[in-house]
Nanobody
Framework: QVPLVESGGGLVQPGGSLRLSCAAS????????MAWVRQAPRKERELVAG????????YYADSVKGRFTISRDNAENTIYLQMNSLEPEDTATYYC?????????????????????WGQGTQVTVSS
């Protein structure tokens, strides 16, 4: 199984922006919904955003609506998470996840358990 590899995390001040990327080198994930899931210390995982196979349908958690944007470039086998107006509460490890069990669905799953292939995560820290 070719791994998903996240990048783009780091330290940013409150109000700043970051863009995360997730790629699967050597294979396509163009058939599947993808998502970004985050986990902060001592908190449960949260599905932050999801996108269907074509990019035509997206899902956002209420906590990030209006601030985060998920997108994908199927020609590059890459998905992105643009994060703006970052807050200290956004500090977490961000994971890219893939729903390999349901190809070509219209709406991305909004339940973490539907995503069955995961990256190793990238750390995002929002602090002054």
């Amino acid at each position: 199984q070719v791994p998903l590899v996240e990048s783009g995390g780091g330290l940013v001040q409150p109000g700043g922006s970051l863009r995360l990327s997730c790629a699967a080198s050597g294979r396509t994930f163009n058939y599947y919904s993808m998502a970004w899931v985050r986990q902060a210390p001592r908190k449960e995982r949260e599905l932050v955003a999801g996108i269907n196979w074509s990019g035509s349908s997206t899902y956002y958690a209420d906590s990030v609506k209006g601030r985060f944007t998920i997108s994908r470039d199927n020609a590059e086998n890459t998905i992105y998470l643009q994060m703006n107006s970052l807050e200290p509460e956004d500090t977490a490890t961000y994971y890219c996840a893939e729903d390999q069990s349901h190809p070509f669905v219209h709406n991305p799953a909004d339940q973490i358990g539907e995503y069955d292939h995961w990256g190793q995560g990238t750390q995002v820290t929002v602090s002054s």
